[in-house]
């Protein structure tokens, strides 16, 4: 959002979600406690698409609705449900935004262009809200990467099973891995810190108790240390969809 928020990145306090959803949707959004923090510029929160989750013979299936910050890789929300329908994702918008406590004209939702998220109530209600709305191209599965890494998390799980018995299987699971995702999993393309560090703020601090730590192992052992003194990873910079070429400016 913000400057660039049709493009799903967060600039100038503005946030970005990514919308989607899993054949597999069950009730109950998940948001974690407390108020976003804002980000910094260039990134943005998005809503992710939906995958499928296998139900307990052939051809049944539960939708997986989730909603992920693209800058910090944090689910604000997410629902299982046994199909795929426009008021469900639209309960699951609003509860989520009232949760994180977004105001008008902060928040871009970026989705596939699945029923649910396509119709007009979805879009009628994020009108009312003041949230823009951005889809992914036509046949661009590159468009939904975050999403995509997301899910992917998710489904290689060693508890993540074949099938799930019922909805309530399928949310009894996502109620334990949603929870470690946002914080415990510490993502390796956040510097290695919780979804959770970087969405509420925490970050810099949790960076700064690491460089303080091996500061002093390197004043202990620097024969350890060949090139350099270590430095934790950097934090996370600026999160795009389909960033824009850089305009090259004509020469005067």
Known sequence: MGESGNRGT?????????????????????????????????????????????????????YLYVILDIFSRYVVGWMVASCERAALA???????????????????????????????????????????????????????????????????????????????????????????YNDDHRHSGLGYHTPADVHYGRAEIVRAGRFDVLTAAYAAHPERFVRRAPEPPQLPGPAWINRPAEEVMPAK
Not at 27 to 55: C, Q, V
Not at 133 to 149: G, L, M, Q, V
Not at 159 to 164: A, K, M, S
Request: proline share 8%; with cysteine.
């Open 10 to 62: 967060r600039t100038n306090g503005v946030i970005s979600w990514r919308a989607g959803c899993s054949e597999s949707c069950t009730s109950g959004s998940e948001g974690g406690p407390g108020r976003r923090t804002s980000r910094k510029g260039g990134t943005a929160p998005r809503l992710d698409p939906y995958t499928k989750l296998l139900g307990p013979v052939k051809w049944t299936y539960y």
């Open 90 to 180: 639209e309960r699951l918008l609003a509860d989520s935004i009232r949760k994180q406590g977004v105001d008008r004209d902060q928040l871009t939702i970026h989705a596939d262009r699945g029923s649910s998220m396509a119709s007009k109530p979805v879009a009628f209600l994020l009108a009312d809200l003041g949230v823009t709305k951005t889809h992914s191209r036509p046949h661009c599965p590159n468009d939904n990467p975050f999403s995509e890494a997301q899910f992917k998390t998710l489904k290689y799980r060693p508890e993540f099973p074949d099938r799930f018995g019922s909805p309530a299987d399928a949310r009894g699971f996502c109620q334990r891995f949603f929870p470690w």
